[in-house]
């Protein structure tokens, strides 16, 4: 009888370091959970899941319908990354609900543009021009900051940066005197005719038939703040799972769909 019980409580820590043993034989085939929106953030990450099984990584992607839920469920730990927003929705994101959740690298941006059917150059500009630009608060923040970046204005300190939206009040110096209208982000591509350039969001622009690369005067810097961006858990940024998630997302494979597909609509921040 002795023996028995000797040989049932010897099988089961047999049992039990195989199943221990089985856990640690698949610790390294963790599925990584990454949130995303719907479109082109979608199409791309099917190109960077096929990128990151070449080096091991498995990812599984999860679409979302709108932008509040991915950082919450990042955050609740339910996703181990997203990747849908730029810096200053994060920021504001962080700020308001308190989230641990940091920017592990850049994707892309849909590059805010000005358009002209007078100009090729802002450098064109006349005395008192008139520029149309977005009313919104965050897009017409996004269009003075690349008239500053053109050296067309140049904005009171801190305005547009760290959440501080600027509007054309925030205007410093305006050696030309230009004429800044602010109307609704959608009208802008009709205004080409009546003023001397517009600042245009991609997707009004294309809807318009503007091509961002090709008929711009000016576009967003790929190193804009409102390019998109990877996020993470503060505690999971220096894991090297996410080190080969970056990777797979910033590959050539990677750029190269992203130039192909969206042509020019959607530029590689990486």
Same mark, same amino acid.
């Given at each position: 009888?002795?023996?028995r019980?000797?040989?049932?409580?010897?099988?089961?820590?047999?049992?039990? /370091?195989?199943?221990?043993?089985?856990f640690? #034989?698949?610790?390294?085939?963790?599925?990584?959970?990454?949130?995303?929106?719907?479109?082109p953030?979608? &199409?791309?990450w099917?190109?960077?899941?096929k990128?990151?099984?070449?080096?091991?990584?498995?990812?599984?992607?999860?679409?979302?319908n709108?932008?509040?839920?991915?950082? /919450?469920?990042?955050?609740?730990?339910d996703?181990?990354?997203?990747?849908?927003?730029? &810096?200053?929705?994060?920021?504001?994101?962080?700020?308001?609900?308190g989230?641990?959740?940091v920017?592990?690298?850049?994707?892309?941006?849909?590059?805010?543009?000005?358009?002209s059917?007078k100009?090729?150059?802002?450098?064109?500009?006349?005395?008192?021009?008139?520029?149309?630009?977005?009313?919104?608060p965050s897009?017409?923040?996004?269009?003075l900051?690349?008239l500053?970046?053109?050296?067309?204005?140049?904005?009171k300190?801190?305005?547009?940066?760290?959440?501080?939206?600027a509007?054309a009040?925030?205007?410093?110096?305006?050696?030309?005197?230009?004429?800044?209208?602010?109307?609704?982000a959608? &009208?802008?591509?009709?205004?080409?005719?009546?003023?001397?350039?517009? #600042?245009?969001?991609?997707?009004?622009?294309l809807?318009?038939?503007? &091509?961002p690369t090709?008929?711009?005067?000016?576009?967003?810097?790929?190193?804009?703040?409102?390019?998109?961006?990877?996020?993470?858990?503060?505690?999971?940024?220096?894991?090297?799972w996410?080190k080969?998630?970056?990777?797979?997302?910033q590959?050539?494979?990677?750029?190269?769909?992203?130039?192909?597909?969206?042509?020019?609509?959607?530029?590689?921040?990486?």
């Open positions: 009888m002795q023996r019980n000797i040989l049932k409580a010897l099988s089961a820590v047999i049992a039990g /370091a195989a199943i221990v043993t089985s640690g #034989a698949h610790a390294d085939d963790k599925v990584i959970k990454v949130g995303t929106i719907g479109g953030d979608a &199409q791309i099917e190109v960077v899941t990128v990151a099984k070449r080096d091991g990584l498995n990812v599984k992607v999860v679409e979302f709108d932008y509040v839920q991915p950082n /919450a469920a990042l955050d609740a730990g996703l181990d990354a997203n990747s849908f927003q730029h &810096q200053p929705y994060l920021d504001s994101q962080v700020k308001q609900r989230y641990k959740i920017n592990a690298g850049l994707t892309y941006i849909s590059p805010l543009g000005i358009y059917k100009l090729k150059s802002l450098k064109d500009l006349a005395q008192g021009a008139k520029i149309a630009v977005p009313n919104d897009n017409e923040n996004r269009a900051l690349l500053q970046a053109q050296g067309v204005i140049k904005l300190a801190g305005a547009g940066t760290n959440g501080n939206n509007t009040l925030d205007v410093a110096e305006n050696p030309k005197k230009i004429k800044l209208l602010e109307l609704d959608a &009208q802008l591509p009709r205004s080409l005719s009546d003023v001397d350039a517009a #600042a245009i969001n991609t997707n009004f622009a809807a318009a038939g503007l &091509q090709k008929d711009a005067i000016a576009l967003e810097d790929i190193r804009s703040p409102y390019a998109n961006l990877i996020a993470v858990r503060a505690q999971d940024k220096d894991k090297p996410v080969k998630l970056v990777a797979a997302y590959s050539e494979d990677v750029r190269q769909f992203i130039k192909t597909q969206f042509k020019g609509s959607v530029v590689p921040s990486f």
